[in-house]
């Protein structure tokens, strides 16, 4: 089976994106599975389920990381696209966590940005571009082709990705997507997340809610400080 995890900020277009390349899948015959990794809310999994008849379910991660959370149930939520007989499993998250990344290996990395998103967005967004596959902007119908090259240099500047251009809602820049997914490889197993997740020595994911460096232990800095450990 081949596994599609796709991130990217808020409002970027990454349903869109991600509806238009299912409709050219289902046409070439494939099976697909869909699976939303969100914090509180999510509707995408009964928009996949009604407009292309596949398996689709979201899962809310709450109080834990959408990144951590993933971690954590894509294992069983491989198996459950297995299941359903799935040649491809689409996996949307939402991505928040800036000094993780959703990807696993042997996966197609997605991360989907909105070309007005403002030109400095590529190294904002950490790892969630520099350990994508793919870089796709969305809305380039918005942004004049002056606006469109800097962002894409941006990019480039940021992380070595393929860099494609989309408008979405009319499906453009869609089909050289596809042919990516389908040139891809299966996933192998063990299943392993890409690249190394931060450092996780952290009173303050624990909980502990006191403001100042001085209330907690682990990883620490000061306004004036680098990263320093302090143990308890």
């Known amino acids: 089976m081949k596994v599609i995890v796709c991130a990217g900020p808020p409002t970027s277009g990454k349903t869109t994106v991600l509806r ?34 596949i398996p689709a379910r979201s899962i809310f991660s709450g109080d834990l990381c959408p ?24 996996v949307e998250t939402a991505g928040l966590c800036l000094r993780c990344a959703p990807y696993m290996e042997g996966s197609l990395g997605l991360v989907v940005v909105e070309a007005t998103s403002g030109m400095n967005l590529p190294r904002k967004i950490g790892a969630m ?53 389908e040139k891809m490889d299966e996933i192998v197993e063990p299943l392993m997340l890409r690249g190394s997740p931060p450092v996780a020595t952290c009173t303050i994911c624990a909980g502990k809610r006191e403001i100042g460096w001085e209330k907690h232990f682990g990883i620490l800095r000061t306004l004036d400080s680098d990263l320093f450990y302090r143990g308890q």
Do not use: M, P
Request: charged content about 30%; hydrophobic content about 50%; proline content about 0%.
């Open 129 to 181: 571009l520099s350990l994508a596959d793919v870089a796709i902007v969305t809305k380039i119908d918005l942004v004049s082709q002056a606006e469109k090259e800097v962002f894409r240099a941006n990019i480039s500047e940021a992380a070595e990705v393929d860099v494609l251009e989309a408008d979405a809602l009319r499906g453009i820049g869609i089909d050289r997507l596809v042919a990516r997914i």
């Open 67 to 90: 990144d951590h959370c993933s971690v954590l149930v894509l294992g069983d939520a491989v198996k459950w696209a297995q299941e359903h007989k799935a040649d491809i499993f689409i």
């Open 20 to 53: 238009q390349a299912t409709k050219r899948l289902v046409a070439h015959g494939y099976n697909l599975a869909y699976l939303k990794i969100d914090v509180q809310f999510a509707d995408e999994d009964e928009l996949f389920r009604t407009e292309f008849g």
